[in-house]
């Protein structure tokens, strides 16, 4: 009996983190939709906010799986999905990869760039601005520090850039007293829809600037 060959494939998680952030983003707003008319506090406020949160978190995860994949698909010389990409740009890739431990998620997007002979996205306009406001706020949630409702220094810093991006949470935006605008009134469906159209405007440019297609 003849053996038959089996081909191989690596897994690729980017598009399931960007539908994640999607769906977390949908439920956020109908439960937000669903019960602003009611009296604080809503049944469902919780939960709202929680499906904020896992948008936020999954929007960032989206970036960085994207990104890793598309340095492996340089190792991997996938002229397929890379084809503006030459032999020569594919091997600077590969040694860069050895190093990537070294760069936070969004230089690992400048390194590509400029090793594709690209210019690198200017860091002080968009999409870029919002990319690392993104991480920013994702980064203040995963590594929390709680601080006085009176003395809201570093988080009052984080409100004044971010606040502009978005409205606050509708159902916490009716509550009183000590229900700050971080953590508590900016997770809502704003945040969320934000956090999914940062991820997928800043990944779409960087594809675009290369010239090839986006999974997002």
């Not at 994207?66 to 990409?85: C, G, H, M, V, W």
């Not at 890739?93 to 400048?110: A, F, G, I, P």
Request: with cysteine; hydrophobic share 40%.
């Amino acid at each position: 009996m003849n053996s038959v060959g089996k081909g191989r494939v690596k897994s690729s998680l980017s598009k399931l983190h960007i539908d994640a952030c999607a769906f977390f983003a949908g439920f956020c707003q109908q439960i937000e939709t669903e019960e602003s008319h009611l009296a604080w506090p809503q049944p469902r406020w919780r939960l709202s906010a929680s499906y904020a949160l896992s948008s936020v978190i999954q929007a960032c995860s989206a970036l960085e799986a994207s990104i890793n994949e598309f340095y492996q698909k340089a190792i991997d010389r996938d002229k397929k999905n890379l084809p503006t990409l030459s032999n020569e740009q594919f091997l600077i890739l590969d040694k860069l990869w050895h190093e990537e431990k070294k760069y936070s998620t969004l230089k690992k997007y400048q390194v590509a760039l400029t090793a594709a002979g690209k210019e690198p996205m200017d860091k002080k306009a968009e999409p870029f601005q919002s990319a690392k406001l993104l991480i920013d706020l994702r980064n203040a949630l995963i590594h929390f520090k709680p601080e006085w409702d009176n003395e809201t220094g570093p988080h009052d810093k984080l409100e004044s850039k971010l606040k502009k991006h978005f409205n606050p949470n509708q159902l916490i935006e009716m509550a009183e007293g000590t229900m700050t605008w971080f953590p508590y009134r900016c997770l809502g469906a704003g945040c969320a829809e934000w956090s999914l159209a940062t991820a997928k405007e800043f990944n779409d440019n960087f594809c675009a600037i290369l010239g090839i297609k986006t999974k997002f």
